[in-house]
């Protein structure tokens, strides 16, 4: 299997059976982990192909021609293969799958024939909802409380200001190990990039509105703060559709 681990180990002996009419029969049972690449961008919301890949080496696909058993597909086994209707994957609901012939390409110009068997899954999300994305919308709109707040009570703002800030900071610390480490930004990423940005934004609407209080302009100051009650929510309406609204990847 071209995608095998070297920890993945063959549970049953390693015999065949010889028919009468030159049928050779095989039967293995494979146990492990095998490698897969992943495109997470549309993390967590993001559905995935997965598959395994039997080659025959040193067998060229005009000398090795891998074929569904047409006696299986007689009986009623789809393509002569098939998927456990009780198979688990934690975190993953299988969607389809497929079997067929498919060339390994070990290098340009060096093909050996090949069958591969492969499912699509997406990625169940409700967790990610509830104990990532949740929590995290419920710390953006505990910032925009300071716009609800007298310019007056400058220190009040602050506090809040400042505890949401240094809350999302830790909240993020605290929900990495959950999410993955990558080279580019996931949907996950960019909300956690805009939630931050808007809630340094209330907090630089408090520097701005303490400034003019502290000028005797608090009728400014209260006009600003009547704006961001409805511009930075529709802001964060607008990107979280933006960033969660399309299909998954």
């Excluded at 805009?194 to 608090?218: A, C, G, P, R």
């Amino acid at each position: 299997m071209a995608n095998e681990t070297s920890s993945v180990v063959r549970k049953l002996p390693e015999s065949a059976e010889v028919e009468p009419n030159g049928t050779v029969l095989y039967r293995q049972r494979y146990v492990g982990p095998f490698t897969q690449p992943l495109r997470l961008e549309s993390f967590p919301f993001d559905r995935q192909n997965f598959r395994i890949h039997f080659v025959a080496i040193r067998y060229r696909p005009d000398e090795v021609a891998f074929l569904p058993d047409e006696n299986w597909i007689r009986d009623g086994l789809q393509k002569a293969a098939g998927i456990s209707r009780s198979i688990t994957l934690p975190d993953w609901t299988v969607e389809k799958w497929d079997a067929k012939p498919s060339v390994y390409a070990l290098t340009p110009g060096l093909q050996y024939s090949g069958y591969v068997f492969e499912f699509t899954a997406s990625r169940n999300v409700l967790h990610y909802i509830l104990k990532v994305i949740l929590p995290l919308v419920l710390i953006v709109m505990m910032s925009w409380s300071v716009f609800w707040t007298e310019p007056t009570n400058s220190n009040t703002q602050f506090s809040i200001a400042v505890t949401s800030m240094l809350t999302l900071i830790a909240y993020r610390f605290a929900v990495d190990t959950q999410l993955p480490r990558l080279p580019y930004m996931t949907r996950l990423d960019v909300f956690f990039l805009v939630s931050t940005l808007l809630v340094f934004l209330s907090l630089i609407e408090v520097l701005v509105t303490t400034i003019l209080d502290n000028n005797d302009q608090v009728a400014r100051a209260k006009k600003l703060d009547r704006y961001c009650r409805v511009i930075v929510p529709v802001i964060f309406v607008i990107a979280s559709i933006a960033i969660f609204a399309h299909p998954r990847g």
